[in-house]
Structures are given as C-alpha cells and as structure tokens.
C-alpha cells in the first residue's frame, strides 16, 4: 500500500480540491444556427461566432 512520504499542506490539499465545486458548464447559442454549445469551442455544424470554421463532408 502506498504511504505519502510528506504531510501534504492545508493550501495544497485546497488546490488539489479547487475544480470539486464547479458549477454547470458555460453554454453559448450560436446566432447564426440557434444551436447550443460550449462557449469558446465549434457548434456541433461547424460554426463560431457566426462564421463557418469547419467544412463538413457534404461540402
């Protein structure tokens, strides 16, 4: 079994729990399709900020 070798600080053991309390996911709507996304990622069509980024196969 495993046993740390140094006692782990109360500052670290908060940073190791910072993401324990995150909230719901930041969603964006594109203007140009409607759809909902996360923000500051590619709609599931391929666009961003209401421009097409990304080429599908039927294009």
Same mark, same amino acid.
């Given at each position: #079994? &495993?046993? $740390? $070798?140094? /006692? /782990?600080?109360?500052? /670290?053991?908060? #940073? =190791?729990?910072?993401?324990? !309390? @995150?909230?719901? @996911?930041? @969603? &964006?709507? *594109?203007?140009?399709?409607? *759809?909902? =996304? @996360?923000? =500051? =990622?590619?709609?599931?069509?391929? !666009?961003?900020?209401?421009? /097409? ?5 039927? *294009?």
């Amino acid at each position: #079994m &495993a046993v $740390q $070798q140094n /006692k /782990k600080s109360p500052s /670290k053991r908060g #940073m =190791h729990r910072a993401h324990d !309390f @995150l909230g719901s @996911l930041p @969603l &964006a709507v *594109e203007p140009t399709t409607g *759809e909902v =996304h @996360l923000r =500051h =990622h590619v709609s599931p069509s391929g !666009f961003y900020r209401g421009k /097409k980024v990304v080429k599908s196969a039927a *294009e």
